[in-house]
């Protein structure tokens, strides 16, 4: 019996070159590389240490304003904070440091970090939170002035009330009954 050359044909090809493909990219994703992995966390700014909603952002803060992080991958990171324009004196980009609390943010086992206070003059900034082979998470903000609320002072007069007594009167009582007692009168005189 003559031997029989075995002759790959189009289909058994190209499953070939799928499988090799295949293999090849599972090879490259699971190698170490200096790629920068995903960051699902995210940064919040906000003028009190607890926001209400807990995930929210406040775009304009005075005084006193906080950073507050959730979710992110990194245990720890820095904050650096850059002037945005306008109307900022310094060139756009440029590194500015806050007064108030550390530059330096530690998650908890969640993710979660909260700093602050932090204080800036009056403009338009950039915050990010930096960490080791994380990518960054940025928020762009408005310092405005600092506002201090008085509570209102009441300018209306208090209102007098004139009390409504519970029990008539004994005036009241004569009366009622004098009244009483003459309708009753009246009403059998007509039926005689």
């Known amino acids: 019996m003559p031997s029989r050359k075995l002759v790959p044909g189009k289909k058994t090809v190209i499953a070939t070159i799928a499988a090799l493909v295949a293999v090849i990219s599972l090879v490259a994703m699971a190698m170490p590389g200096a790629a920068v992995r995903p960051n699902p966390g995210t940064i919040k700014v906000h003028d009190n240490a607890t926001a209400n909603p807990e995930v929210s952002n406040e775009p304009h803060v005075s005084c006193d304003f906080w ?32 007064t108030g609390d550390s530059l330096t943010w530690t998650a908890d086992s969640n993710g979660d970090f909260l700093n602050g206070a932090y204080q800036l003059p009056v403009g338009h900034y950039k915050v990010t939170a930096n960490s080791i082979d994380d990518k960054d998470k940025s928020k762009v903000f408005w310092v405005d002035d600092c506002v ?33 007692l003459g309708g009753a009168l009246l009403i059998l005189r007509r039926r005689n």
């Open 67 to 98: 950073i507050e992080g959730f979710g992110m991958e990194g245990a720890n990171g820095d904050l650096v904070f850059e002037t945005m324009p306008p109307p900022n004196p310094p060139p756009p980009g440029t590194s500015v440091t806050p």
């Open 148 to 180: 201090t609320t008085i509570p209102p002072t009441s300018t209306v007069p208090p209102t007098t009330t004139t009390p409504v007594p519970f029990f008539p009167s004994a005036t009241a009582l004569v009366l009622g009954t004098v009244g009483a």
